[in-house]
């Protein structure tokens, strides 16, 4: 990650590089490729053949169940990437990091033409479908989701489960505490709205561990020790195409000093970070960056 470190005082610019989650956090699912199975054979009959063997039956697949919503799961990090979980649901009373907030049911046809797992209109569908789901779960507005720990992702049925007849997704809502960890979750109903709550991101936001940039720097939840927090998002103006980064390290730059300094009250001197969005982040849709600032409020400072 391109970085430098921020000790910035009034006057004096802090521009530091961007990611939207800690190296290693999540990878967008890919769909598998097409597969079939269950191909049946009906039995010919004979003019000899017995009541018996003419009552033989070809053998059909059973359909496998969908998911079921606010079932609990305890994943491991390797999961998130892969099309498919094989884990099995636990109690949402235990220790769970993953809940499915929403099933759908995949399209099985576009323009008039069959799906296949590993077609276009099926990755946009789940990979629309599962975010507008969360912020629709977790309440909030945009810039308080982009600031929390919660992400949305998606398991299809495997190649076998999809032959068969199973044609649903299902959408499961996380939260990484850190690198490669995943935070425990409470039980659904506390789940629900949550990020409506002004004090949400005390706890589920995004923090680090040192003064972004620097060495000693990684992003973790904000109910783990840290010493500095993402206090807002900044919106930079333009299309598709990527601004290019002498604009961007710079477009939020003054904004963000003076969030900081309306939150140092009458300090003169203060530190602050802006940290913009990389070209690959900017092609998935994050077209704004994050302000930093000392978490005094934070027991472990």
């Known amino acids: 990650m391109r970085a430098r470190a921020v000790a910035a005082v009034a006057g004096v610019v ?30 010919t009959e004979s003019a000899s053949a017995t ?22 799961y305890r994943l491991r990090f390797d999961d998130l990437p892969r099309t498919s979980s094989d884990s099995n649901p636990v109690p949402c009373g235990q220790r769970h990091n993953a809940q499915t ?3 759908g049911k995949l399209d099985a046809v576009v323009d008039g033409r069959p799906t296949t797992l590993d077609s276009r209109a099926v990755q946009h569908q ?13 309440g909030g507005d945009r810039s308080t989701r982009a600031l929390s720990r919660f992400h949305a992702v998606w398991f299809t049925p495997t190649l076998e489960d999809f032959g ?7 959408c499961d809502l996380v939260a990484f505490a850190g690198h490669e960890r995943l935070a425990d979750l ?9 990020l409506d709550d002004s004090g949400a991101l005390a706890t589920w936001g995004l923090c680090g561990t040192a003064a972004p940039g620097a060495p000693a720097f990684s992003r973790v939840i904000c109910s783990e020790p840290h010493t500095w927090r993402a206090t ?70």
Do not use: M
Request: net charge positive.
């Open 51 to 72: 009541p018996t063997d003419s009552a033989r039956l070809a053998e059909v697949p059973d359909v496998p169940e969908p998911p079921e919503e606010d079932a609990c």
């Open 186 to 194: 409470p039980r659904p109903r506390r789940l629900a709205g949550l």
């Open 101 to 103: 907030i929403h099933v």
């Open 126 to 138: 789940v990979s629309t479908t599962c975010p507008r789901r969360l912020a629709r779960y977790l």
């Open 232 to 301: 807002s998002t900044i919106t930079i103006p333009g299309g598709r195409r990527y601004p290019g980064t002498a604009r961007v390290r710079t477009a939020g730059d003054e904004t963000c000093k003076e969030r900081v300094r309306r939150l140092s009250g009458s300090a003169l001197r203060f530190r602050y970070g802006w940290e913009w969005p990389t070209r690959d982040q900017w092609a998935r849709g994050q077209h704004y960056g994050f302000c930093w600032a000392p978490d005094r409020s934070n027991p472990s400072r």
């Open 164 to 170: 068969a007849g199973a044609n649903w997704f299902r």
């Open 14 to 43: 802090a521009l530091l590089a961007a990611c939207t989650a800690p190296s290693g956090d999540v990878a967008s699912p890919t769909s598998p490729a097409t597969d079939t199975s269950g191909t049946s054979i009906a039995p």
